[in-house]
C-alpha cells in the first residue's frame, strides 16, 4: 500500500482478547483487521454481537480482514465516476466482519483524542477500509488516535426478527450494537494504543452520520463517547416496529423460511432476498424523513423513542455536535441519467421529477427555486431541490432540535468547493468531503490539481480535530464560528474562501412544511 514504510513493523500491542502486531503506514502505527466481536455466522446470525474470542501468541494486523456482506447492494454510477474517490476496499466481505482498524501515532501511555469513524452507505453497503478514510493522515496530522468501525448492514444487520421469539428481540438493531460493541472495545482498549477513552468522537458520513444520530438516542451508547459529527447523513425518523416487521415477512415469504432456518441460507440467497423484499414492502409513508428500508428501529429497548421527532432526545444532550452537508449532495446520486448529466432536462421532466418529491406543492417549490437561482437550467434547479429534500432538510431539523436542548453547541456548516473534473458538472457532491476530512485527497481524483482543495483539506482535518479534542471547531484560518441557533442560523461555508454565513439558501426551508 502506498505509504507504507518497506519492512516497517509496530509493536505489539496487549488487547483484552490477546496481543496484536501492525505496521508503519504514513509515519504512524496501524493495526488492522483487530476483532472487537466474535464472528456472526451461522447459529450468530442476526444475535447481538458477543465477546471476541481470545487468542494465542501474537496476532497479525497489517492487512484489512474483510467487510461486511454487501452483493448487489450498491446504486450503479455512472462509469466516469467510478475511481473518482480513489482505490475502493479490496479485502472481501465475510460474516466475520466485526473488526476496527486502529491508527494511532504511538502505543503509549499519552492520553490522545479518539476519533471513531463509521462508514456510509444507507446502512446496507460500504466498509471502514477504504484508502479515502485511511487514518493515518489524521493521527499524524493531528496527534490522535483514529478507529474505523466495520459492522453488520443490511439485511445481517437490521433484520428484526422479534416477533419469531425472544431470541431474536434485539435483532432490528444488531448491526448498531455491533457499533456499541465496537465503542465498549474503545473504551476497554484504546488506552493501550496511546488513546484516551474519556475523550471519543464518534463522526460518520451519509449512513454513517445517520449511524451518529443513532447512538445518540440509544441508553447503551451513552458514556461512550463525548462529541459527535454528522457529515450528510442526518436522521430524523427511524423505522417503526410495523414496517419493521412488513419488511420481515417480506423476505420471509421471500425464502421460503422462519426465523429459525435463516441460519442455514446460504449467504448469496440471503442477500439475493434484499431487493424483492424492499419492493414488496414499498415507500415510507414520510419518505423524506423515513429514508432506510434496512436500518435502526425503534423497539423501545435498544432505541426507545424517534431520536429527533418531534424533539431531541435528552439522552445526549450534552453532546456537542458539528453538522452540516454538501451543496449539492444529489449531483452524483443524478449523474447516471444522460438528461442530467449533459444538463438538458426540460421544464416539463423537471416538473414531473419535482412532483414526486413535493406532490401538489411542486409548482410552489420551482418557483421559490428559480427566483432563488434564477441563472439555473432546470438540471442544475433539480440538483438543488433534491439536494435540500433529500439531505438539508433532514440536517437542518436535527440541529435545530439539538440546539434546542440549549445543554451543548450545535455547529452547523456546508461544503461549497466545487470540484472541477468533467467540466464541473458534480459541483459539491455526496461524499466529496470524506477526502478533505481525512486528509487523502491526494488519493483521489477530486481535486483536479487545484492547490486551494489541499489547503481546505488540510484546513476542515484540523477543525475536525480541533472539535475532537475540545468539542468546537475553531481554526486559526477560521472566521470566528458561533453555535447554531433559529435566530441566526449562523453556518460555516467550507470554501476556498471560508466564510460564516447566517440563515444560507432560507428557500430550502420550503421542505420542513412539505414533509410534515
Known amino acids: 500500500m502506498a505509504g507504507d514504510a518497506a519492512g516497517a513493523v509496530a509493536p505489539v500491542v496487549e488487547t483484552q482478547a490477546g496481543q496484536v502486531r501492525g505496521a508503519v503506514v504514513d509515519g504512524v502505527l496501524a493495526f488492522k483487521g483487530v476483532p472487537y466481536a466474535a464472528p456472526t455466522a451461522g447459529a450468530a446470525r442476526f444475535l447481538p454481537p458477543s465477546p471476541p474470542v481470545?487468542?494465542?501468541?501474537?496476532?497479525?494486523?497489517?492487512?484489512?480482514?474483510?467487510?461486511?456482506?454487501?452483493?448487489?447492494?450498491?446504486?450503479?454510477?455512472?462509469?466516469?465516476?467510478?475511481?473518482?474517490y480513489g482505490v475502493g476496499d479490496t479485502?472481501?466481505?465475510t460474516e466475520d466482519c466485526l473488526s476496527?482498524?486502529?491508527?494511532?501515532?504511538?502505543?503509549?501511555?499519552?492520553?490522545?483524542?479518539?476519533?471513531?469513524?463509521?462508514?456510509?452507505?444507507?446502512?446496507?453497503y460500504g466498509t471502514g477500509n477504504g484508502e479515502r478514510s485511511r487514518g493515518s493522515r489524521l493521527a499524524r496530522r493531528g496527534d490522535v488516535v483514529v478507529v474505523c468501525v466495520n459492522h453488520r448492514l443490511n439485511i445481517l444487520g437490521f433484520l428484526d426478527l422479534s416477533a419469531q421469539g425472544d431470541a431474536w428481540r434485539h435483532s432490528g438493531n444488531a448491526g448498531m450494537l455491533d457499533i456499541v460493541a465496537a465503542l465498549e472495545w474503545v473504551r476497554d482498549n484504546i488506552a493501550a494504543f496511546g488513546g484516551d477513552p474519556g475523550c471519543v468522537t464518534v463522526f460518520g458520513e451519509s449512513g454513517g452520520g445517520g449511524k451518529v444520530c443513532t447512538l445518540m438516542g440509544m441508553p447503551a451508547a451513552q458514556g461512550l463517547f463525548h462529541r459527535a459529527v454528522v457529515q450528510s447523513g442526518a436522521v430524523v425518523l427511524h423505522r417503526t416496529q410495523e414496517r419493521a416487521a412488513r419488511l420481515t415477512d417480506a423476505v420471509l415469504q421471500e425464502l421460503g423460511t422462519d426465523a429459525a432456518g435463516l441460519a442455514a441460507v446460504p449467504l448469496e440467497r440471503l442477500m439475493a432476498a434484499v431487493a424483492p423484499a424492499q419492493r414488496a414492502l414499498g415507500p415510507s409513508a414520510r419518505p423524506l424523513l423515513d429514508r432506510y428500508p434496512f436500518g435502526p428501529v425503534v423497539d423501545g429497548e435498544v432505541l426507545p423513542r424517534q431520536v429527533f421527532a418531534p424533539d431531541a432526545s435528552a439522552l445526549s444532550a450534552h453532546i456537542p455536535l458539528l453538522i452540516g452537508d454538501m451543496?449539492?449532495?444529489?449531483?452524483?446520486?443524478?449523474?447516471?441519467?444522460?438528461?442530467?448529466?449533459?444538463?438538458?432536462?426540460?421544464?416539463?421532466?423537471?416538473?414531473?421529477?419535482?412532483?414526486?418529491?413535493?406532490?401538489?406543492?411542486?409548482?410552489?417549490?420551482?418557483?421559490?427555486?428559480?427566483a432563488a437561482n434564477p441563472g439555473m437550467n432546470p438540471a442544475e434547479l433539480l440538483i438543488a431541490i433534491k439536494t435540500d429534500a433529500e439531505f438539508r432538510l433532514r440536517s437542518l431539523l436535527v440541529a435545530e432540535r439539538q440546539a434546542a436542548l440549549r445543554a451543548a453547541p450545535v455547529f452547523m456548516y456546508s461544503f461549497e468547493w466545487e470540484t472541477p473534473v468533467?467540466?464541473?458538472?458534480?459541483?459539491?457532491?455526496?461524499?466529496?468531503?470524506?477526502?478533505?476530512?481525512?486528509?487523502?485527497?491526494?488519493?483521489?481524483?477530486?481535486?483536479?490539481?487545484?492547490?486551494?482543495?489541499f489547503a481546505l483539506s488540510a484546513l476542515m482535518a484540523e477543525t475536525w480535530i480541533a472539535f475532537a479534542r475540545t468539542g468546537r471547531p475553531a481554526h486559526p484560518n477560521l472566521p470566528d464560528w458561533p453555535a447554531f441557533d433559529t435566530a441566526r442560523r449562523a453556518t460555516?461555508?467550507?470554501?476556498?474562501?471560508?466564510?460564516?454565513?447566517?440563515?444560507?439558501?432560507?428557500?430550502?426551508?420550503?421542505?420542513?412544511?412539505?414533509?410534515?
Not at 344 to 356: F, H, I
Not at 492 to 516: S, T
Request: hydrophobic share 45%; with cysteine.
Open 422 to 453: 468533467h467540466e464541473g458538472r458534480l459541483k459539491s457532491p455526496h461524499a466529496l468531503d470524506v477526502p478533505f476530512v481525512f486528509d487523502t485527497l491526494d488519493l483521489t481524483r477530486a481535486h483536479g490539481d487545484r492547490a486551494e482543495a
Open 91 to 93: 479485502s472481501a466481505p
Open 327 to 370: 451543496k449539492d449532495e444529489s449531483a452524483s446520486f443524478v449523474a447516471t441519467d444522460d438528461a442530467m448529466w449533459f444538463r438538458t432536462l426540460d421544464e416539463a421532466e423537471l416538473r414531473r421529477r419535482v412532483a414526486a418529491l413535493a406532490g401538489g406543492d411542486a409548482d410552489r417549490v420551482i418557483a421559490a427555486y428559480r
Open 54 to 84: 481470545a487468542w494465542a501468541g501474537v496476532r497479525d494486523a497489517t492487512a484489512y480482514s474483510g467487510h461486511a456482506p454487501q452483493m448487489g447492494l450498491r446504486p450503479a454510477s455512472r462509469p466516469e465516476l467510478a475511481d473518482l
Open 492 to 516: 460555516m461555508v467550507l470554501d476556498a474562501e471560508c466564510r460564516l454565513v447566517h440563515d444560507p439558501r432560507p428557500h430550502g426551508r420550503i421542505w420542513a412544511d412539505i414533509a410534515g
Open 100 to 124: 476496527v482498524n486502529v491508527w494511532t501515532p504511538a502505543a503509549d501511555g499519552a492520553k490522545r483524542p479518539v476519533m471513531v469513524w463509521l462508514h456510509g452507505g444507507a446502512f446496507s
